[in-house]
């Protein structure tokens, strides 16, 4: 039976538990800085959420409720992963499940979220989770 619980990360001991796994989607950062930069996008309303059973972090979730003309008030996933040694045993649903009542809960229309085009997996496990792909993400990355 499982015990896997949602908590969101709301100080500064709360981020230090749930950065190793969290690193591991965005390896460019160490700790430290990743904390520094979770802590700057707070102030614009990011919020991180993640999966936790008997103590440990199995998945986090960052995301922001905002509004756009194309798509009202929506819930946007920035990041999204579960430790590498925890996938396929049901904390990405656990989680998934837990944001999609978290939009709703809020006020939003619609879940969004944008994948890098070699993330197969992850893909697959979106498909499953009801997300449609309807748009390609066009970036100039160096300006």
């Given at each position: 039976m499982t015990r896997m619980q949602v908590h969101i990360a709301r100080d500064e001991r709360e981020l230090k538990r749930i950065a190793p796994v969290m690193l591991e989607l965005r390896d460019h950062f160490d700790t430290e800085g990743l904390i520094a930069q979770i802590q700057r996008q707070q102030q614009d309303g990011y919020v991180v959420a993640y999966v936790e059973d008997d103590g440990e972090v199995l998945a986090?979730?960052?995301?922001?409720?905002?509004?756009?003309?194309?798509?009202?008030?929506?819930?946007?996933?920035d990041d999204l992963v579960t430790a590498a040694a925890r996938r396929s045993r049901g904390a990405g649903r656990c989680l998934m499940d837990w944001l999609k009542r978290h939009a709703i809960d809020n006020g939003c229309r619609q879940l969004h979220l944008d994948s890098g085009v070699q993330r197969f997996r992850a893909h697959r496990f979106y498909l499953r989770e009801g997300f449609d792909i309807n748009s390609h993400h066009f970036a100039i990355t160096e300006l």
């Open positions: 986090v979730a960052g995301f922001v409720i905002t509004s756009k003309l194309a798509w009202h008030k929506h819930l946007y996933v």
